[in-house]
């Protein structure tokens, strides 16, 4: 199958996977390429790129920033053709303090609301051995299945965790803007993950005139309405068309948004990446 997979994660931040098991993942579901796009870290990428040689797989360091735009959490991707800045390695730690502030806040909130959570038991659920590798909210998901809370992951999430959620917060953070001059000054390409969950297209444009070069248009959350409109917004600006699973693994059956490979683009897409960086 020569698709590729544009969005995935490891157990460098929330994925159940570790980065060579991605890869095995990848090249077992038929893809010809995946790029490993962990929340603020770019931490599982060498060991995925050094699988994606053993096993055949084309890899695509990238990254998924987590961003601010008044009340509304807003990601962007940031995909890169070989060796990542070290500066930008650099700022992305600077997030890691926000990703931990956000945790503890929510963890606060839920003892308010009277569920027993302790950041210990949250921190247990991390899967990465590397320092850099982030603790998110699917991981307090977890807790909170175990725990009998809720009966699944998603549920966690409808009421707790979710932009609705009883125990939802997030701290200051830098806006899309910021995020999008970050992985431009460090040679790569911005684009925006999933803009049909923000429910706001006049942010989608205004980002776009700041220098947003692609949009993911195939996503697991978005319907057949919303790829045709993100397809047409990106072809009317001249932006890169992408699409991925948002591949995390499954927690207790169910997977975080989608499958490995139920999103894909052609290659001629993964192509037209690296030639936007020329």
Same mark, same amino acid.
Not at 17 to 39: Q, R, W
Not at 136 to 152: C, F, N, Q, T, Y
Not at 153 to 163: H, P, Q
Not at 167 to 195: F, K, M, N, Q
């Given at each position: ?29 038929? @893809? ?44 962007? @991707? ?14 992305? !730690? ?71 959620? #009883?125990?939802?917060?997030?701290? !200051? !953070? ?11 000054? #460090? ?75 139920? !999103? ?15």
């Amino acid at each position: 199958m020569n698709r590729a997979d544009l969005h995935t994660h490891t157990t460098a931040s929330d994925g159940l996977f570790s980065p060579e098991e991605l890869v095995i993942a990848a090249s077992k579901v038929g @893809l010809a390429a995946v790029a490993v796009t962990d929340h603020d870290t770019v931490a599982g990428v060498e060991d995925a790129m050094r699988a994606g040689v053993k096993w055949g797989i084309d890899v695509i360091p990238g990254v998924e920033i987590s961003t601010l735009a008044g009340e509304k959490e807003i990601h962007v @991707l940031g995909y890169f053709g070989g060796e990542i800045d070290q500066e930008f390695v650099e700022k992305l !730690r600077s997030l890691r303090d926000v990703r931990r502030k956000r945790n503890e806040m929510i963890v606060e909130k839920l003892r308010e609301l009277g569920i027993p959570i302790t950041m210990e038991e949250v921190m247990a659920k991390k899967r990465g051995q590397s320092p850099e590798a982030n603790v998110g909210r699917p991981h307090i998901a977890e807790v909170l299945v175990d725990k009998g809370i809720v009966s699944s992951i998603g549920e966690a999430f409808d009421r707790f965790l979710g932009k609705n959620g #009883a125990a939802y917060c997030t701290p !200051r !953070r830098i806006s899309p803007i910021e995020a999008i001059r970050w992985i431009s000054e #460090a040679d790569g390409i911005p684009v925006l993950a999933h803009p049909g969950i923000y429910g706001d297209d006049d942010l989608v444009e205004n980002l776009i005139q700041n220098g947003l070069a692609g949009l993911e248009v195939y996503h697991p959350d978005h319907d057949t309405a919303a790829e045709r409109r993100y397809e047409a917004m990106a072809r009317k600006y001249r932006l890169l068309i992408t699409g991925g699973s948002d591949f995390h693994g499954e927690r207790h059956g169910i997977a975080h948004h989608g499958p490995l490979g139920s !999103r894909t683009v052609g290659l001629d897409n993964v192509k037209a990446l690296y030639l936007k960086r020329k």
